[in-house]
């Protein structure tokens, strides 16, 4: 008694599990809600890949988490960038866990000029990743699109540079607050 999208919305996640995700489910160490939501929903807005979806259900399936963690995990293991990837990857789930909770506790004690930092660096994550996807794929033959297009680019090129200064300078700052790292030091920067 249910509507063709209905069926269909919940047929597709299904169809698109890799074995070894449709195998976690199977045996009870994965949860379904997490697959058909989450990683279906991350896997067609940000087009992740196949591998990338087992790399992170071999690295926190069968570790007696809850879903919600593992909703949690998920989020900052594709959306949070390598540092949090790799500490998920490296068993480091408890200090992830405690991150992404931290997160999302302390999101509304930014103040504005945080907030729109915070916005602008998703928004920057956001629209790389849509552009790596989809500068490849192009079928266009419009010459005035490749013309405004390039300026564009070029543009983007121009501000690179800088861009990945700041940003790695913005990172290597924030590193202190990894496990297995002194916080501290002589306080240059």
């Known amino acids: 008694n249910k509507s063709k999208g209905w069926v269909s919305a919940r047929l597709t996640p299904l169809k698109e599990l890799t074995p070894l995700l449709e195998k976690k489910i199977f045996l009870g160490q994965f949860p ?11 896997k067609r807005l940000m087009k992740i890949t196949n591998k990338e979806i087992d790399q992170f259900v ?8 809850s879903v ?10 594709f959306k949070g960038g390598d540092n949090i990837r790799s500490q998920i990857e490296n068993g480091n789930l408890s ?19 945080e907030k729109q930092v915070l916005r602008d660096l998703e928004m920057v994550q956001k629209y790389i990743g849509r552009l ?8 266009t033959i419009n ?5 405004t297009a390039g300026i564009i680019a070029e543009g983007i090129l121009s501000k690179q540079n800088k861009f990945n200064l700041v ?16 916080k501290g030091g002589d306080g240059a920067s």
């Open 95 to 113: 200090w992830s866990i405690n991150k992404m909770r931290e997160f999302q506790e302390n999101n509304y004690d930014y103040n504005e000029e």
């Open 68 to 77: 919600r963690d593992i909703d949690l995990l998920a989020h900052g293991y």
């Open 167 to 182: 940003l790695n300078n913005f990172i290597q700052e924030s590193k202190d607050d990894q496990p297995g790292k002194s």
């Open 143 to 147: 010459s005035n699109f490749f013309s």
């Open 32 to 42: 379904v809600w997490v697959a058909m939501g989450t990683l279906h929903q991350f």
């Open 58 to 65: 071999e690295a926190v399936s069968n570790k007696n988490l």
């Open 132 to 139: 790596i996807f989809k500068l490849p794929h192009l079928k």
